[in-house]
């Protein structure tokens, strides 16, 4: 895991308004660098890559042990704890854009079969808020709660190409890391490839993010700059141009039904 990079911390409000808290974006700071950790991390570890002293590392990660926030294994490393879990099934539980989509999500399931997903724009990422796995021994799984690069996604991608090009080239980092040899880490041909989204109306992830798998995704465009996509991934094996048409015009018609 490389080193990790906090979000900027905000400026500080002008006399009469609140100033931020730093025990607060500490705290924040650990959730965060925790959560996209992919396995457990020693004491050094988390204060070294977020540059704080030893010893508030230690009293921070005691204290959020303590309430259930973070685990420890016993061996002196740490992960999200299971309030960190209830927090984010809270939140998906809530959501509006979520409620309106579940029933159309299962109507879209018992038609395709395929697996379907509700994702959202997150900085440079999409996270997954919402899955229905195939109904085939043959699937593709993405959690609630999992983080793809936006422009590695079909979803990411559809979310993408509703907003302009100065917009989205400010949100991508610098370098566009590549998850397959297909992805596209070009911005000349990532800005091409959401014209062509933004002309048919859909996008399409070509083993861009997992390899023998593609993606159909469109858009939720509830007025603004569109947040949210809708999306049926399916094995290459069990795709031909007509079972294409059927998808799209069926995610179409979902889509349709969500944002009405």
């Known amino acids: 895991m490389g080193p990790y990079v906090p979000a900027q911390a905000a400026e500080p409000i002008e006399a009469g308004g609140v100033r931020s808290v730093k ?11 925790l959560s996209a950790a992919k396995e457990a991390r020693t004491l050094r570890e988390v204060t070294t890559d977020l540059g704080l002293p030893r010893a508030s590392g230690y009293a921070l990660l005691t204290t959020l042990a303590q309430t259930g926030w973070v685990e420890t294994d016993g061996t002196g490393r740490y992960r999200l704890g299971i ?19 579940q029933p159309v999500m299962d109507a879209l ?16 990422e999409v996270v997954y808020l919402a899955t229905h796995i195939s109904r085939h021994s043959l699937a593709v799984v993405s959690r609630p709660g999992r983080r793809l690069p936006c422009w590695t996604t ?50 399409v992830d070509e083993q ?31 795709l031909d141009p007509q079972r294409e048409e059927v998808i ?4 179409r018609r979902a889509r349709d039904r969500i944002v009405r």
């Open 23 to 33: 025990s607060a974006e500490r705290t924040i700071a650990v959730l965060e660098y």
């Open 83 to 101: 309030r960190a879990l209830r927090a984010g099934e809270s939140y998906v539980e809530r959501d509006d854009v979520v409620k309106r989509a």
């Open 109 to 124: 399931h018992d038609d395709l079969g395929e697996t379907i997903h509700l994702a959202r724009l997150d900085g440079a």
């Open 154 to 203: 079909g979803l990411g991608k559809a979310i993408l190409a509703g907003r302009p090009w100065e917009e989205v080239d400010a949100l991508l980092p610098e370098t566009l890391e590549a998850r397959t040899v297909h992805t596209i880490t070009d911005r000349p041909a990532l800005r091409a490839e959401l014209e062509e989204i933004r002309r048919r109306g859909h996008a």
């Open 208 to 238: 861009e993010s997992t390899i023998g798998l593609r993606c159909f995704a469109v858009a939720l465009d509830f007025g603004a700059a569109p947040a949210e996509a809708l999306s049926c991934s399916i094995p290459m094996v069990r």
């Open 248 to 251: 799209v015009a069926a995610l």
